[in-house]
């Protein structure tokens, strides 16, 4: 178990200063969510990446001394090293402080924060994956030989084999499980969708607000904590229209840049919903400097995903926390069609329910009916499942203004009014 870390944040071309800080800012707040003390940070310009170090040998050297000088037992580096890389710094350091970088850093959050049954596959895999290239540099220190004249072999190299066996077979165990987990999944998401409801995702940046917007629209009180990757499985509850129409809102995992790939493959089928659903809602940090950077990460993933056509309500969020007027006036020039809601207190939620309420209207047929009453069974299901606006009880049977989906059409067909009403 490390307890102080010193985080390291090195400039390439052709990236600049402020975008590392930046990073390094970021890389802090998901050191501090693993419970781990900051002793020191650095950032290094490098001109051109070294392969030994990433850095040059004598700068390497320098950051090992700043580091033992502060009793650090880690350094955590933002930029992603080479399994080679880790271990040079870590033979630099005489094997008395561990070094990591971002993307290990991520998995541990996601491997302590993972619930459900996939979450905890998906990130075992991801970490399999992550280490099998990292074994090789783990078995150096074992140089015993064995007899044997011709045939004489590395004790450390068998045993490097051996793990690398053993992590192969779990790799395809747990590829195995998932896929059995996913299957199940796609079943009880085909039943979902035999009852039409609508539905849309809630995609953001980590620690936006997304868990916050969920239980504000549904009345729900699930986990929403001022943490980096608070929710890792989406969570899907039931919201109500202003016309009464139902549809399912799902809380998805939150982006971070420089995301490892790997985890991004392994939430895939977690982040299907954000596929599958009629609409995002895409919410933002209205008090982060960084806020264009978290949108761009956040809509290049979706795009990686296939969900980069898919309609999407702005939504800037933590307005109660915003104390200069004029960014907000900024931000509205600059994103007229943007909703700014606070979570917290529920300014500007009306207005973002009537927003998701005309799309969903746009996608389903609005008609006027008049449905007998002995088939107060259609009245029912069309309540359940479409939204109705109007409901008037009649002599000839019950008449019905709303919006219908498409499943519906062919039982109220014989029930549908040519003619205006009133």
């Not at 940046?205 to 729900?220: E, F, V």
């Not at 989406?234 to 202003?242: E, V």
């Not at 909703?339 to 309420?357: C, D, N, R, V, Y």
């Not at 009880?393 to 008449?399: L, S």
Request: with cysteine; charged share 30%; proline share 4%.
């Amino acid at each position: 178990m490390v307890e102080r870390a010193m985080l390291i944040g090195i400039t390439l071309p052709p990236d600049s200063d402020t975008q590392t800080r930046s990073l390094l800012d970021e890389l802090r707040e998901l050191v501090t969510t693993l419970g781990i003390e900051l002793c020191h940070e650095r950032l290094v310009p490098v001109r051109k990446p070294h392969a030994k170090f990433l850095v040059g040998s004598g700068k390497a050297e320098e950051l090992i001394k700043e580091a033992q000088e502060r009793n650090c037992d880690v350094i955590v580096i933002d930029n992603e090293l080479t399994p080679a890389q880790e271990r040079n710094w870590e033979k630099a350091a005489n094997d008395k402080i561990l070094v990591i970088d971002r993307q290990e850093v991520i998995l541990d959050i996601f491997g302590k924060r993972a619930q459900t049954k996939e979450a905890v596959l998906q990130v075992e895999l991801a970490r399999l994956e992550y280490s099998l290239p990292r074994l090789k540099s783990a078995w150096t220190h074992l140089s015993r030989q064995r007899g044997g004249g011709s045939m004489q072999r590395d004790a450390g190299e068998t045993q490097l084999e051996l793990d690398q066996r053993m992590v192969r077979t779990q790799i395809s165990r747990v590829k195995r499980e998932l896929e059995g987990v996913i299957q199940h999944r796609e079943v009880q998401r085909k039943k979902r969708m035999t009852v039409p409801v609508p539905t849309c995702a809630i995609v953001g940046y980590t620690n936006a607000g997304k868990s916050s917007l969920l239980n504000k629209l549904t009345n729900s009180n699930i986990l929403a904590e001022d943490k980096l990757f608070a929710t890792l499985d989406p969570t899907s509850r039931r919201c109500l229209l202003p016309n009464g129409q139902p549809m399912v809102v799902t809380d998805t995992v939150g982006f971070v840049r420089n995301l490892p790939h790997r985890l991004v493959d392994a939430f895939k089928a977690t982040l299907e919903e954000a596929v599958i659903s009629n609409f995002l809602i895409h919410v933002l940090d209205v008090n982060s400097p960084e806020f264009e950077a978290h949108a761009e990460t956040t809509l290049k993933v979706l795009n990686e995903l296939g969900a980069g056509d898919k309609k999407i309500i702005t939504v800037f969020n933590k307005v109660d926390d915003l104390w200069d007027e004029s960014t907000r006036n900024g931000l509205i020039f600059q994103f007229p069609d943007a909703h700014f809601i606070s979570a917290k207190t529920g300014e500007g939620l009306p207005e973002l329910l009537q927003k998701m309420e005309a799309i969903v209207e746009s996608e389903f047929k609005q008609l006027r009916l008049l449905i007998p009453h002995e088939r107060y069974d259609l009245v029912a299901r069309i309540h359940r499942e479409g939204g109705v606006r109007k409901e008037e009880a009649r002599d000839e049977g019950t008449y019905l203004v709303g919006s219908i989906p498409d499943r519906l059409l062919s039982s109220i067909q014989p029930y549908i009014l040519k003619t205006e009403e009133s």
